[in-house]
Structures are given as structure tokens and as C-alpha cells.
């Protein structure tokens, strides 16, 4: 993923909805296909990756912030 700068509060906010949208539309609908075949190991994989996916832009987030205090 490539590297942003965010100035402001509603450019996280954008940034935020579009990641969101990105994370949904590739693991939402692997999800959904998994729950239409009714197989209980692909569902629960595919609900561990969408959920995975999601903590991995969380810690992304975080390890991006920068200290603009100087401490």
C-alpha cells in the first residue's frame, strides 16, 4: 500500500471510507461467496481473513502516526 499524508481530520475520514470500502469489496465478497456454499470451514476462513485484514489497517494506521510534539 502506498504511503499518504493525512493534514487533517476529514482527510483521515476519507481515507478511512475509502479503506474501508477496498477491505469490503475484496473480503466482504469472498465472505459472501463462502456463506452461499454453505461450507463451514470457508466461511470461517473467510470471515478470519476479513478480520484480519482489518486489524492489519488498524496496526498500519498506527505505525504511520507521527509525534508532531517533538517529545
Do not use: P
Not at 25 to 41: C, I, K, V, W, Y
Request: charged share 25%.
Amino acid at each position: 500500500m502506498e504511503s499518504i499524508t493525512i493534514n487533517n481530520r476529514e482527510e483521515f475520514a476519507q481515507w478511512a471510507i475509502e479503506r474501508a470500502n477496498a477491505i469490503l469489496t475484496e473480503q466482504g465478497s469472498a465472505l459472501a461467496t463462502a456463506a452461499r456454499t454453505g461450507h463451514d470451514r470457508q466461511i470461517n476462513d473467510a470471515a478470519n481473513t476479513l478480520g484480519q485484514v482489518i486489524v492489519d489497517a488498524l496496526l498500519d494506521t498506527f505505525d504511520g502516526l507521527i509525534d508532531t510534539d517533538g517529545d
